[in-house]
T-cell receptor, first 115, second 117 residues
Framework: KAGVTQTPRYLIKTRGQQVTLSCSPI?????VSWYQQTPGQGLQFLFE???????NKGNFPGRFSGRQFSNSRSEMNVSTLELGDSALYLC??????????????FGNGTRLTVT | AQKITQTQPGMFVQEKEAVTLDCTYD???????LFWYKQPSSGEMIFLIY????DEQNATEGRYSLNFQKARKSANLVISASQLGDSAMYFC??????????????WGAGTKLIIKP
């Protein structure tokens, strides 16, 4: 079974630009979540989607948005990039449909550098 | 208040020795999951082991085992017979009851483990 695939692997953007990151979950997984990882703040939750609906959102400004398609693939978008948005962005998918939380499986991440 | 505490920012361990990475957590939910992930310098977050709050036995996966002490709210990771390839950051994480509409993983700050040859 193929793992979680994130593209691109690396991105360099300029302040003020926007960026779109893509994530393909493990086949059959309907839940996709996004995390931002920085040396200063550690791992922070961005949002989670299930069946094309955003179920939960972290404490990030509105410049950060996402969506999920009918095939469970997800994209996240960051508009008006700031230097502080430089980070490793991790996408994770989960098959857990029951009440008990199950493991999340992560992709390799997209490393975004804003100059 | 921090929900996941990893008190060891870094550890040096001799190859082939066992190592215990500490993790304590805080939740009022009855249903929750505890996870350990490994992150090598390449950045990928690798799932290692999972313990559900209702699991009575400690989880084991190969050389990894989770020492789950529910009353103490402790979920330490034990790596037996450490290898050079175990050098990485290790994160403890918790996922609370999704019925509270909280689907996110809550992360500890991580422990940087270095295995010495």
């Amino acid at each position: 079974k193929a793992g979680v695939t994130q593209t691109p692997r690396y991105l360099i953007k300029t302040r003020g630009q926007q960026v779109t990151l893509s994530c393909s979950p493990i086949s059959g997984h309907r839940s996709v979540s996004w995390y931002q990882q920085t040396p200063g703040q550690g791992l922070q939750f961005l949002f989670e989607y299930f069946s094309e609906t955003q179920r939960n959102k972290g404490n990030f400004p509105g410049r950060f948005s996402g969506r999920q398609f009918s095939n469970s693939r997800s994209e996240m978008n960051v508009s008006t990039l700031e230097l502080g948005d430089s980070a490793l962005y991790l996408c994770a998918s989960s098959a857990s449909l029951s009440r008990l939380p199950g493991p999340l499986h992560f992709g390799n991440g997209t490393r975004l550098t804003v100059t | 208040a921090q929900k996941i505490t990893q008190t060891q920012p870094g550890m040096f361990v001799q190859e082939k020795e066992a190592v215990t990475l500490d993790c304590t957590y805080d939740t009022s939910d009855q249903s929750y999951g505890l996870f350990w992930y490994k992150q090598p310098s390449s950045g990928e977050m690798i799932f290692l082991i999972y313990q559900g709050s209702y699991d009575e036995q400690n989880a084991t996966e190969g050389r990894y085992s989770l020492n789950f002490q529910k009353a103490r709210k402790s979920a330490n990771l034990v790596i037996s017979a450490s290898q050079l390839g175990d050098s990485a950051m290790y994160f403890c994480a918790m996922r609370e009851d999704p019925m509270d509409s909280n689907y996110q993983l809550i992360w500890g700050a991580g422990t940087k483990l270095i295995i010495k040859p």
